[in-house]
Nanobody, 126 residues
Framework: QVQLVESGGGLVQAGGSLRLSCGAS????????MAWFRQAPGKEREFVAG????????DYSSSVNARFIISRDNVKDIVYLQMNSLKPEDTGVYYC???????????????????WGQGTQVTVSS
């Protein structure tokens, strides 16, 4: 069993930066693709960023590309989401998710992930 725990959320002003972290308990996720999703108020959950099992490939939503950076440290078993130039529309609950298959690249659909964290709130004020 894998439990994912997100941390690092909070309240920031537009233009600021925030770094989210996702750590695992139980089985390591080092051999799995990982991703961040978010759910903004009144909207459906959407893909934000993903990283392949080895960290060699990343993918981003067009709305965050060039502003957000996903990375992973497979020694510490942590996945990060560095968020820069934050906008009010980035506000939402951010979820960490583990891919459902070993040693794959990024997929952008929720169905491609089998374990999810509880979410961490990110609020960007203007």
């Amino acid at each position: 069993q894998v439990q994912l725990v997100e941390s690092g959320g909070g309240l920031v002003q537009a233009g600021g930066s925030l770094r989210l972290s996702c750590g695992a308990s139980g089985r390591s996720f080092g051999n799995y693709a990982m991703a961040w999703f978010r759910q903004a108020p009144g909207k459906e959950r959407e893909f934000v960023a993903g990283i392949s099992w080895s960290g060699s490939n990343t993918d981003y939503s067009s709305s965050v590309n060039a502003r957000f950076i996903i990375s992973r440290d497979n020694v510490k078993d942590i996945v990060y989401l560095q968020m820069n130039s934050l906008k009010p529309e980035d506000t939402g609950v951010y979820y960490c998710a583990r891919g459902g298959f070993v040693r794959t690249t990024v997929v952008k659909t929720e169905g491609g992930y089998d374990y999810w964290g509880q979410g961490t709130q990110v609020t960007v004020s203007s």
